[in-house]
């Protein structure tokens, strides 16, 4: 799951006006997991509500991803992420992360206080690089960007906040291309993530992130190599999006 939730694409790019937020409450996106072409797992993202986080409205946004029953047996997952994304300043107000991999379990609470440069946790606080994002709230982040900022073959860098530590995250916008789903064909943007060796992933080269070029924006698909293969994250459902997506049902 930190490999699917983590890297979906941060810019520090000209954001959105409250109002034109390419999301709301209630939209949802269910999505396969699969390695070697047999299904391992499954996930989802859901905004289940607007609320006030103290005195800030926020989306309440959750994101949930478990293997197959069949693959518990191997390395049985159970991840909860969720975030209190600022709807209008798109950052986090405040982050929960419940995850359980392979019997390694964690828990974390963090509240984010900008203003100051902080994230508080437990008894203890840290100094947080300016506009950080955490690891679900990322994805909503980048969702807000303006095509016409980005620019192919370039790099764009964004801070975030995981594991006690900063991170800045690099994202190579690569180009488009088409993604075959059961719903039909959906025009994507192709973005390449970079983390440092020995974080989050072993090589950062070998994963790619599409997104619909709409005004979705909305993750369509995922794909990392790993040492024994290929790990891929497929839409497989949505609803409530605010624009309809484009899709090409002639395929």
């Given at each position: 799951?930190?490999r699917?939730?983590l890297?979906l694409?941060l810019?520090?790019?000209?954001?959105?006006?409250?109002?034109?937020l390419p999301y709301?409450?209630?939209?949802?996106?269910a999505?396969?997991i699969?390695f070697?072409?047999?299904?391992?797992?499954?996930?989802d993202?859901?905004i289940?509500r607007?609320?006030q986080v103290n005195?800030?409205?926020?989306f309440?946004?959750?994101?949930?991803a478990k293997t197959?029953?069949?693959?518990?047996w191997?390395?049985?997952v159970?991840?909860?992420?969720?975030?209190?994304l600022?709807?209008?300043?798109?950052?986090p107000?405040?982050f929960f992360?419940d995850?359980?991999?392979g019997g390694?379990?964690?828990?974390?609470?963090?509240n984010?206080?900008h203003s100051d440069g902080l994230v508080?946790l437990?008894?203890?606080?840290?100094?947080?690089y300016p506009?950080?994002?955490?690891m679900?709230?990322?994805?909503?982040?980048a969702?807000?960007f303006?095509?016409g900022?980005?620019m192919q073959?370039?790099?764009?860098?964004v801070?975030?906040?995981?594991d006690e530590?900063?991170?800045?995250l690099?994202?190579l916008?690569?180009y488009?291309e088409?993604v075959?789903t059961n719903f039909g064909?959906?025009?994507?943007?192709?973005?390449k993530?970079?983390?440092?060796e020995?974080r989050?992933?072993?090589?950062?080269e070998?994963?790619?992130?599409?997104?619909s070029?709409?005004k979705?924006?909305l993750l369509?698909k995922?794909e990392?190599q790993?040492?024994?293969?290929?790990?891929?994250?497929i839409?497989?459902k949505?609803?409530?999006?605010?624009y309809?997506?484009s899709?090409s049902k002639?395929?």
């Amino acid at each position: 799951m930190r490999r699917f939730l983590l890297v979906l694409f941060l810019f520090p790019l000209t954001m959105y006006s409250q109002i034109n937020l390419p999301y709301k409450v209630g939209e949802y996106s269910a999505f396969d997991i699969s390695f070697g072409g047999i299904k391992v797992g499954s996930a989802d993202l859901e905004i289940v509500r607007q609320i006030q986080v103290n005195g800030i409205s926020t989306f309440h946004i959750i994101g949930k991803a478990k293997t197959a029953s069949f693959f518990d047996w191997f390395f049985k997952v159970r991840d909860v992420y969720e975030t209190y994304l600022d709807t209008s300043k798109v950052l986090p107000v405040r982050f929960f992360r419940d995850i359980n991999e392979g019997g390694y379990k964690k828990k974390q609470l963090y509240n984010f206080n900008h203003s100051d440069g902080l994230v508080f946790l437990e008894n203890t606080s840290h100094i947080i690089y300016p506009n950080s994002q955490d690891m679900l709230s990322s994805l909503f982040f980048a969702r807000t960007f303006k095509k016409g900022s980005l620019m192919q073959k370039k790099s764009f860098f964004v801070p975030i906040f995981m594991d006690e530590e900063n991170y800045l995250l690099e994202i190579l916008y690569l180009y488009n291309e088409k993604v075959t789903t059961n719903f039909g064909e959906v025009n994507c943007m192709v973005f390449k993530p970079k983390m440092q060796e020995g974080r989050v992933f072993e090589d950062g080269e070998k994963m790619k992130i599409w997104i619909s070029d709409d005004k979705n924006c909305l993750l369509v698909k995922v794909e990392t190599q790993i040492w024994a293969g290929t790990i891929n994250v497929i839409l497989v459902k949505y609803q409530n999006l605010k624009y309809p997506l484009s899709i090409s049902k002639d395929f």
